[in-house]
């Protein structure tokens, strides 16, 4: 470990290792690890990754619901040299081929429970050499074999005969640490790369406003394949506390009684995530011991936020805006949420924002004009996607620099503080996730005789913004929405899916002949055929 500042995202955990050994770092279900623990088995991960030729820079791919190994595997593959890609376990086997291939993953570590979506996936991956499967400690069985070019071997085999002391790294704070996939309006998923500098700088800015100390035990029940669920792991790591971690919110109350027993006091949350406890809430639960609460991914409506209030009477709340390609840029301090309702606050430690005109200009407060950011947490582009990445981070006005175009529009108060008005782009943001509608509407003209689909987002109290897609079908092609619905939900990941499908007989069309979504829902309603309302 170097002396001094902590500059590499893995030193987080050798640190908590010195600082607190013993100190319960990870419970998950009724399994704990201790921070020596989680420091020795990352290092025989590491291990067993440079036996199998991983190298500095190689990319390998976390295919892993919430668990004790997506956790270990973001350390063991950091001590390794390598590049972790964190993927949604919901992911289906043509985009997971593509993630495969885009990034030249080296590795894949994968649960053995989804080995029917995983195993056509690797089969057409070119560039892989290995993959470790993660099996039931119960029930573990052999794991050998391959398919296509990958060499199976078990997760914990990787582990057994491994040195439990970190290997010799050369890594320095510019190399990449992670590539997260975003989608992307063209609808192919791009590889954000973000360094080390970039996460340890996120890390430290994030934790130092929330005031974390090593009391502190945070609950997380998002995706880690999701940022906001990653950072959870990260920022634990960095001031030693407790992560106790949950594979999802689909059992609200048994997420409610984890939280009682083990005492948290920081509650990360989508507005999604207060919908689902909402009954319970109206029925008098309280969680006393929430110190903090933090929301990101989609605004807190008043409705929302009431419920959070009520629901943790001694938080101090914390709203939040944020996008993978610098992983947050504002937040609320909870002493302004009553008088700045709708803000997302000023710029956090560390960064810049300003207000820009279409031709890059600075706009005085009040103005509306996209959100630039600039400072240590924007990622260095998308991989190997230079029109993409030249699209997001341009020459600003400062010479030498290029600064990271949200694709949003804000307008900006007198004092700093952030107003969202709605994104340049057509991206839909559900269940906290962000969607392109270009991706949900190849999966639509996937069916027969689907002429021409659109997919919108529309307001939803549940999910931030529902999908509403709509189909023009051929002469003599018949589609239930249920149909539809599960075609899709075959196909692509939950937060994909349209909740609503309607049957048009033409969809508006601009002078070129593209498809315009301009007031689509507005203008659906006189030409509708059938379907939800």
């Known amino acids: 470990?170097?002396?001094?500042?902590?500059?590499?995202?893995?030193?987080?955990?050798?640190?908590?290792?010195?600082?607190?050994?013993?100190?319960?770092?990870?419970?998950?279900?009724?399994?704990?690890?201790?921070?020596?623990?989680?420091?020795?088995?990352?290092?025989?991960l590491a291990h067993g990754l440079i036996r199998l030729g991983v190298a500095r820079g190689d990319r390998v791919l976390v295919y892993l619901d919430n668990s004790l190994q997506s956790c270990l595997a973001v350390f063991g593959i950091l001590k390794a040299g390598a590049v972790f890609s964190p993927i949604n376990p919901q992911t289906k086997s043509e985009k997971l081929a593509y993630l495969l291939n885009d990034c030249r993953a080296k590795v894949i570590i994968a649960d053995a429970l989804l080995a029917r979506i995983y195993t056509p996936a690797l089969a057409q991956a070119a560039h892989l050499r290995h993959a470790l499967i993660v099996q039931d400690?119960?029930?573990?069985?052999?794991?050998?074999?391959?398919?296509?070019?990958?060499?199976?071997?078990?997760?914990?085999?990787?582990?057994?005969?491994?040195?439990?002391?970190?290997?010799?790294?050369?890594?320095?704070?510019?190399?990449?640490?992670?590539?997260?996939?975003?989608?992307?309006?063209?609808?192919?998923?791009?590889?954000?790369?973000?360094?080390?500098?970039?996460?340890?700088?996120?890390?430290?800015?994030?934790?130092?406003?929330?005031?974390?100390?090593?009391?502190?035990?945070?609950?997380n029940v998002?995706?880690?394949?999701?940022?906001?669920?990653?950072?959870?792991?990260?920022?634990?790591?960095?001031?030693?506390?407790?992560?106790?971690?949950?594979?999802?919110?689909?059992?609200?109350?048994?997420?409610?009684?984890?939280?009682?027993?083990?005492?948290?006091?920081?509650?990360?949350?989508?507005?999604?995530?207060?919908?689902?406890?909402?009954?319970?809430?109206?029925?008098?639960?309280?969680?006393?011991?929430?110190?903090?609460?933090?929301?990101?991914?989609?605004?807190?409506s008043p409705t929302h936020l009431e419920l959070l209030q009520r629901l943790c009477p001694q938080a101090r709340i914390f709203a939040m805006y944020g996008l993978t390609e610098c992983k947050r840029v504002a937040y609320l301090p909870p002493e302004e949420l009553a008088q700045r309702r709708g803000s997302v606050g000023h710029a956090m430690?560390?960064?810049?924002?300003?207000?820009?005109?279409?031709?890059?200009h600075r706009l005085p407060p009040e103005s509306v004009g996209e959100l630039v950011v600039r400072g240590p947490q924007v990622m260095r582009g998308y991989w190997e996607k230079p029109a993409a990445t030249a699209e997001r981070l341009r020459p600003g006005d400062i010479p030498g620099e290029l600064h990271l175009y949200t694709g949003d529009y804000f307008r900006i108060d007198s004092a700093g503080y952030l107003y969202f008005v709605g994104r340049r782009d057509d991206m839909i943001?559900?269940?906290?996730?962000?969607?392109?509608?270009?991706?949900?509407?190849?999966?639509?003209?996937?069916?027969?005789?689907?002429?021409?689909?659109?997919?919108?987002?529309?307001?939803?109290?549940?999910?931030?913004?529902?999908?509403?897609?709509?189909?023009?079908?051929?002469?003599?092609?018949?589609?239930?929405?249920?149909?539809?619905?599960?075609?899709?939900?075959?196909?692509?990941?939950?937060?994909?899916?349209?909740?609503?499908?309607?049957?048009?007989?033409?969809?508006?069309?601009?002078?070129?002949?593209?498809?315009?979504?301009?007031?689509?829902?507005?203008?659906a309603r006189d030409k509708r055929v059938a379907g939800d309302d």
Not at 197 to 219: P, R
Not at 260 to 282: A, D, F, N, Q, Y
Request: hydrophobic letters at 40%.
């Open 222 to 300: 998002l995706p880690m394949s999701f940022d906001y669920g990653l950072y959870q792991w990260l920022m634990v790591a960095q001031f030693a506390g407790t992560l106790v971690l949950e594979r999802s919110f689909n059992y609200p109350a048994q997420v409610v009684q984890s939280i009682e027993r083990h005492g948290v006091t920081g509650l990360p949350v989508v507005p999604t995530l207060v919908s689902l406890l909402r009954p319970m809430i109206e029925q008098g639960l309280t969680l006393p011991g929430i110190r903090y609460a933090t929301n990101t991914a989609a605004a807190l």
């Open 137 to 219: 400690a119960a029930k573990p069985l052999p794991v050998s074999g391959r398919i296509g070019t990958a060499e199976l071997h078990g997760f914990s085999d990787a582990l057994a005969a491994a040195d439990p002391i970190a290997p010799p790294c050369a890594t320095i704070p510019y190399d990449l640490a992670a590539l997260i996939y975003t989608s992307g309006t063209t609808g192919d998923p791009k590889g954000v790369m973000l360094t080390h500098h970039n996460m340890v700088s996120a890390a430290e800015s994030i934790t130092t406003y929330l005031g974390n100390v090593a009391e502190d035990v945070v609950i």
């Open 349 to 360: 430690p560390n960064m810049e924002v300003m207000i820009v005109d279409d031709e890059g």
């Open 1 to 44: 470990m170097r002396v001094g500042q902590v500059t590499l995202l893995h030193e987080y955990l050798e640190r908590a290792t010195e600082r607190a050994p013993q100190k319960t770092a990870l419970i998950c279900g009724e399994e704990r690890l201790s921070w020596r623990e989680i420091d020795e088995q990352s290092n025989r």
């Open 429 to 523: 943001k559900s269940r906290g996730e962000k969607v392109s509608p270009q991706e949900v509407e190849h999966t639509l003209y996937a069916l027969p005789g689907v002429q021409e689909a659109a997919a919108i987002g529309v307001p939803d109290e549940l999910y931030g913004e529902a999908i509403r897609a709509y189909l023009v079908l051929a002469s003599g092609t018949s589609y239930t929405p249920q149909q539809v619905i599960r075609h899709c939900a075959q196909r692509v990941e939950p937060f994909m899916v349209p909740k609503y499908v309607t049957f048009l007989s033409a969809l508006p069309k601009t002078a070129s002949n593209k498809i315009s979504k301009k007031n689509l829902l507005e203008w």
